[in-house]
């Protein structure tokens, strides 16, 4: 049978059960929608909701995100979904995957079925009756002598891991600005005529270790990847340093 | 020259540049701990120091940790460390790599540098002389949409990829409790009995359709990667169902 490809996937929705302060649940929005996700369920919030301390803590969030539903068990929330994780500090005695937050990430974002990620109230994290619900565990490596995580700060791992896993950044980039990276040929006009000076000034005293300083001097300035603007920069430098203002 | 492989690496400083709230440097150095982080550095909180929101905010990580050093000048801060990274949502018209927090804290623990991260004030971030101090960028993809990351978050994520570079959990693992996982005839065995009882229950009206009704059944029991009291239970089950208590 042929291999399918599924080129669309549900981002996960986030149900937060029986959270107890609102701040969490404000911050928690704010750490969804950084990372583009913008389905809240809550479960018996216990506070109560709408909840001003949320509004306070969600830095605009719910402005933009469709309103978190609410709802009264875990089971009514979870209705639509094919996939549940429980995202806990400690997996109980119980025979299910444990998925780190980012293996969790790169299936909830491979498959089309879609996913909820549940989180417990603040002291107790979920129970072992809400776990049973889920289909899979999501437990975050962490240091095992200070292991608690905020609640709103677990919201965000996980996101910023689902995030990650349709993020096409590049690793490492060096942004240029107005000025092209300078060719081979920029940067080596530029450390000829800086050895030629240095020669003049008498710099290289000892004939022998002469190359070695060119070679250290060389790696200095090669390792950077220049741009044009600082190569010429640095050109203006050394003119300077010779009083020449005309190169 | 042979490759010298670096065997040691010093965890990174984090160091917070003219912090607002209290709040947001209790819960980044809980942060820092839950990932294994303990060296704080302060410049010039607004609200002075010590600071009761931040101890509030911390958990308790303020009594694990050393005392967070403050100081007036960011470049007193700097003075020991190696290599500077300055976390930053929007890298700035400066010729400089900008990492994504995994390739950072790839590069901060490959090598022995000692190296610090800097983040700015909540509302401002760094100052342009401030990312000038630093060699490096390190830039969170985000939401574009909704960028902002609350101050304590921005540490938490890069914590926990400094951890994750570390550790060496299991993507994906099954706790088994207390029980062995099943070898392919016990469990080869149930199916073999499960289908042989639902044979005598005529479950398996169609002769042609057997083969493939056989095959879906069998797959939703091997997909499950059952362990011994599993198989035992199921076994427990076919008896009750079949009214023999004795299998």
Request: with cysteine; charged share 20%; hydrophobic share 40%.
């Amino acid at each position: 049978m042929p291999h399918t490809i599924k080129k669309t996937y549900h981002l996960p929705s986030i149900i937060l059960v029986n959270p107890q302060l609102g701040e969490n649940i404000g911050a928690a929005a704010r750490a969804m929608l950084n990372f583009g996700l913008t389905d809240l369920r809550i479960v018996n919030p216990r506070d109560g909701w709408p909840n001003d301390a949320a509004i306070a803590n969600a830095a605009g969030a719910f402005d933009v995100m469709p309103t978190p539903q609410i709802f009264e068990t875990l089971s009514d929330a979870l209705k639509p979904f094919h996939t549940v994780y429980a995202s806990t500090a400690r997996p109980r005695d119980m025979v299910k995957k444990v998925f780190t937050p980012s293996a969790a990430a790169t299936k909830i974002t491979s498959i089309s079925n879609h996913s909820a990620i549940l989180f417990g109230a603040e002291r107790t994290g979920l129970t072992n009756d809400e776990i049973t619900q889920a289909h899979h565990i999501i437990s975050i490596p962490v240091n095992p002598d200070f292991w608690s995580l905020n609640l709103s700060q677990s919201v965000l791992l996980m996101s910023h891991e689902i995030y990650k896993a349709q993020d096409k950044t590049a690793a490492i980039e060096i942004p240029q600005g107005d000025s092209a990276p300078a060719v081979h040929e920029e940067l080596n006009n530029m450390l000829c005529r800086l050895e030629d000076e240095l020669e003049n000034k008498n710099f290289f005293r000892s004939k022998e270790l002469k190359p070695t300083m060119i070679r250290n001097i060389r790696n200095i300035f090669t390792r950077n990847e220049m741009t044009e603007q600082e190569v010429r920069t640095f050109q203006g430098i050394i003119s300077a340093f010779i009083g020449n203002k005309t190169k």
